[in-house]
């Protein structure tokens, strides 16, 4: 992956239940959707139940380009979405997420704006698919 947002209820101090995640490899979003779709979440003593679709804004660039003037580029780093290195020898390296918004995309740790990005989440247990790549994931 490439991109990891957990969204937070800052009202409430917890998450929101889903998360939006870029993948990088297709083949990794098999594997991530094998593993994880129709899964309990026990760890947080809750009944929901995981479920993958495609997000509507699709590739790390544009999520970045999303976030990049959102209130909360405000908030502090935890809260921000993780960036990690796309490809070439540092891949998976994590970036600070303030460097990430508009140069890398098109530099050296973009990816460009690839990516396959899915939105994941719990809540009765039904796919939806566009046909984008966004993936993300409620816990």
Not at 27 to 44: A, N, S, V
Not at 49 to 58: E, L, P
Not at 105 to 126: D, R
Request: charged letters at 20%.
């Amino acid at each position: 992956i490439d991109f990891f947002y957990l969204p937070i209820d800052f009202k409430n101090r917890c998450n929101r239940g889903y998360a939006f995640i870029n993948f990088v490899n297709y083949t990794d979003i098999l594997h991530f959707h094998k593993r994880y779709f129709g899964k309990h979440w026990r760890t947080f003593n809750s009944d929901k139940i995981c479920d993958i679709t495609y997000a509507r804004i699709q590739g790390k660039a544009a999520m970045l380009k999303r976030f990049e003037n959102s209130a909360l580029m405000e908030k502090d780093e935890e809260y921000k979405p993780l960036v990690f290195v796309s490809n070439g020898p540092d891949k998976g390296m994590r970036l600070p997420f303030s460097q990430n918004t508009s140069s890398s995309s098109s530099g050296k740790h973009g990816n460009g704006g690839g990516g396959h990005n899915h939105h994941h989440h719990n809540g009765p247990s039904h796919s939806h698919s566009n046909h984008s790549n966004n993936n993300s994931k409620k816990s």
